[in-house]
């Protein structure tokens, strides 16, 4: 004897068409929450390198002022990179580099900046009193990612 058609319906197992879009609802939902934190992060490794250029580059001016008695004065990339070789003096390998190493105050202090990946820059300043000063600025259109107060 056959079953009524009724009886049929409720023996098919499955998903119905509301419950498959609410499942593709929730997962973009997700992926919309997701995705702009995990692009945020390329910038912010970048600018990681390009801080740490700016800091190898000042320990190298340290090291030059100490055995030039105490004095900064003649400082540049280049005279940097001979104290600290790793220290990259120019853009290249989308890599962060020293683009600026200059003494101040008359050789009592200097700045260094080196550039990000992102075209983001970062200056380490020291001045005659040894005070130390990090700055960062955003190139324009940049996600902020390292440089959200203007220092670091």
Known sequence: MRRPLHSDLRDQR????????VVILIIGILAAIAIPSFLS??????DAAGKE???????AAETYATDHSGSYTGIEPKVLREYEPVLQTAAGNNNAYDSIAEATESGKGFVVTAISATGD???WTRNAGGEVTRSCEVKAGNNAG???????
């Open 14 to 21: 499955g998903f119905t068409l509301i419950e498959l879009l």
């Open 41 to 46: 992060q390329k910038s912010k490794s970048a």
């Open 53 to 59: 250029v700016a800091r190898t580059a000042a320990l």
């Open 121 to 123: 820059k970062f200056s």
């Open 146 to 152: 390292g440089c959200k107060t203007g220092s670091w």
